[in-house]
């Protein structure tokens, strides 16, 4: 998993409409990366309406938020239609980015084991490096403590 001090390596990727998002082009913007599972998922839903909840005040401090999971764009794009999601969903379903902060990682369920993204997020300051890691972000807490670090 990338850590504090580390200068993200640019990067393209589509979002819920087919419109490509590359971080270079948001330089001189904070930036919250937050990973996630699944669309439509219990966690998952609750952490994007918290963001969703939350979105005024990182627009007020002009704070790009980015949701990147595997899903498709056509699955973001229901995901923000169901829950009126203010925010970029980006989709990486081919895994680059998300393999490159070292994300997908093995979990376990019930005993089972098996690989998948880790509920994480990065806020990268107007020069692309990472200022702070949320390895095990809480669904419910992860808008509200980023918010907090960077008040």
């Known amino acids: 998993m990338l850590e504090v001090g580390t200068k993200v390596k640019d990067f393209t990727l589509p ?3 087919g419109k490509s998002h590359r971080l270079s ?5 904070k930036i919250v990366i ?4 699944k669309d439509n998922t219990p966690g998952c839903t609750t952490q994007a309406c918290a963001f969703r909840d939350s979105y005024d ?3 007020k401090n002009d704070i790009v938020v980015f ?8 699955s973001h794009l229901k995901f923000i239609q169901d829950f009126d999601l203010p925010f970029i969903l980006l989709s990486d379903e081919e895994r680059v980015v998300i393999d490159a902060f070292g ?4 979990k376990s369920m019930y005993g089972k084991k098996y690989m998948g993204v ?3 997020t990065f806020v990268l300051n107007e020069k692309g490096i990472i200022t702070h890691v949320f390895e ?6 992860n808008a509200s403590d980023i918010l907090n670090v960077l008040k």
Do not use: H, L, N, T
Request: proline share 8%.
């Open 57 to 59: 005040d990182f627009k």
């Open 136 to 141: 095990k972000a809480s669904p419910k807490e």
């Open 103 to 106: 994300v997908y990682v093995e």
């Open 34 to 37: 937050y990973f996630y599972p």
């Open 67 to 74: 949701g990147i999971s595997q899903d498709s764009p056509k």
């Open 15 to 17: 979002d819920a409409y």
């Open 25 to 29: 082009d948001y330089s001189g913007k």
């Open 118 to 120: 880790a509920r994480s």
